[in-house]
């Protein structure tokens, strides 16, 4: 979305809300438009990007694919400038001019806050190396292989 923003640069205290959907089809985890909302405001001469983007995700869980759906609520909070005067801060974004192009900063934050790995809880088990079985359903009857070292073990005890 372009936002006309010479008005909030010139008068301290003004404020534009803004709402809308951003369609990132590039991104296969999410499973339909994100919706962007929030305001650019001007506090003290300073010009804050202030918005959340609500995406919602559905994907096969990394570990146990099973089909996941999840809602991530993504902060983008930034300040705006038309000049930098020797800052070395990520959260500054520069201005070419005072027509603002909102799209590739929205996806540029959402691809950093998704999570790198999608799984369908944080401890989810996973599913069972011999037979397949999800253990997030209850366990399985396969016996984990002994630890060879302990089965020497036993076998010097049993003589
Ligand atoms: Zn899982
Ligand atoms: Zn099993």
Redesign the pocket.
């Known amino acids: 979305m372009i936002l006309e923003l010479e008005p909030i640069f010139n008068n301290i205290g003004q404020k534009l809300d803004f709402e809308y959907q951003l369609s990132l089809p590039e991104l296969s985890l999410l499973k339909k438009p994100v919706n962007v909302k929030g305001s650019v405001f001007n506090r003290a001469g300073v010009v804050h990007f202030n918005a959340v983007a609500s995406c919602e995700a559905a994907a096969p869980c990394d570990r146990c694919a099973e089909m996941t759906e999840k809602h991530f609520d993504v902060p983008v909070e930034h300040v705006l400038v038309t000049a930098l005067n020797n800052e070395e801060n990520d959260e500054l974004i520069l201005l070419s001019d005072m027509r603002f192009e909102t799209d590739a900063l929205i996806r540029e934050d959402i691809i950093l806050a998704l999570p790198s790995s999608y799984l369908c809880r944080e401890d989810c088990k996973g599913v ?1 190396q ?4 999800n253990l997030n359903h209850g366990s ?3 016996q984990a292989p002994a630890d060879p070292r302990l089965a020497v073990l036993r076998q010097l005890l049993d003589e």
């Open positions: 069972c011999y037979c397949g079985k399985c009857s396969c």
